[in-house]
């Protein structure tokens, strides 16, 4: 199911504050309703590639445009309306933790609110039964008053899932959304994913820890190392000796493993 | 198994020198200070000391006196509520200001520290004023506050306010501004990436990270100032305070004993009510 090109990526390439050079050179096309997993050590780039495909940090060079639209060119408002268009799913730690669950799920129609609107929900929830049909669709239902801090990691990142339904975007990007959950849970979240994107022709996009998970659920994988591009292919021809190739020189951390967080990054300006 | 090396950081003479000077303050305000315990065991002190204690007793407990002591009690719990409500809308904004992260780098930490020309003038400036005004405000104890207002606006109830909102301003300012530093900008990203505009950000992600925080450190500080609005009567400044100072200028001392007693009720109530309040966060 594949349709015109959603991402387009050329040359892009990353530098932070003291020269640290992220990204290199980069080329990417994705078309809509598309499935990617992104696999590589920690530090490769994922994360940061990711950041900039959500409009979070801008390209230090390149070229860089979402559903036709170059991404250099937007500001303001219709920065905040392309944002709104990608929906991102993060490791962990990125719901409010006092809040109750049902403001972190419709925080995700804040760009859709007017910021009175907003407030006022913050008092009197608007839009409780569709709050309540996401989290029900990523099976916590029960959980829509409870307070955010008191649920399990997955739980939360099942939360972090219904944010992104609210949302309604046109792309999903999830941003190891399993590597702070155990193994039997991770499929399953993996699974969820999918069947949203499934039923919705979302485009979806995800960085992997495990590469079981990626050669097994994913139609296209791109194996990322050092911020270049080491392959970009169908699962079915990853061979053993490529992943060899992608991991090499890195010592596996312990269990699940750390992304990497880099230094504070410089943001796009609302 | 072999230990793992030790950090170089143990062998300074650091912990030894500040251990020196430590020991050498103490000595010296024992001496300075004119600390005397042998004063408490001498036959003159003993006596002083048990006139003293039992002039104090038993309290007052007429129903005149009792039912004039209602208003200076109300007036008491009166300034400490408005003196806080002062103080956190100085401390707040002036808190805002004065957290470098978001003065510098924004609601976000998105930009870089070193910024250019006027508007980083502007930034600078705004910064330095809300930290040295936070500074100003505590550095002057609230009694020294007090006695100015009480020169400015008259005896009564509002020179004690003012004292309390200034002074208290000043340390909930501080503290605030230590509270924003530790925010965490990681859930800020996640809402900005749905789209959300600035104030958006600040109410869904910002606030609620904050609120528990200032609120348990707000109401902490109100339970402070029910007790410093009875210090501040002392210099004419209303409440349960004056009635002290009265009493003992009339040499009342049952009296006295009565308005430490609903003092004491005072501040116990308050720690009761604080305690409450954070226990709901």
Redesign the interface.
Known sequence: MTGSPQYHLERVRKVF?RGQVALEGFDLQVAEGERVALIGPSGAGKTTLFRML???IRPTAGRLSIGGQEVAELYGRRL?????????I?QQ???????RVV?NVL???????S?LG??AS?ARPAGLETAHRALTDVGIGEKLFSRTDELSGGQQQRV?IA?VLM?DPDVILADEPVSSVDPSLAETIIKLLLAISDHTGKTLLVNLHSTDLALSYFPRVIGMKAGVKLFDTAAAQVTPELLQELYSGHVPENGAGEPSREP?P????? | MSLPPRTLGSRSIFPYLFGGLFLFLVADSWRRAEVNPGIFFEAEGREHLWRFVTGMYPPELSWEFLELMVRPTLETIQISVMGTLIAVLIGFPLGLLATSTFSF??L?????YRGTGVRHGLKVGLYGLARGLLSLFRCIPEFVWAFMFVRAVGLGPFPGVLAIGVAYGGMLGKVYSEIFESV?T??L????????????IF???WF??V??NITSYTMYRWECAVRTSAILGLVGAGGIGQQIEISIRMFNFHEVTTLLLILFALVAGADYVSAKVRSLL
């Open positions: 504050g959500n409009c979070t905040r309306e392309m944002r709104r268009r990608i929906g991102t993060y730690h990125n719901l409010v933790p006092r809040l403001h925080s995700g129609r804040l760009g859709s609110w910021l907003s407030l913050l972090a944010r949302q504070e410089r943001r796009i300006a609302v | 780098q924004g976000l930490h998105e930009s870089e965490n990681r859930p990203e996640a809402i900005q990436s749905t789209g959300a505009g600035r104030l958006q109410f869904y992600g609620p990270q609120l528990p």
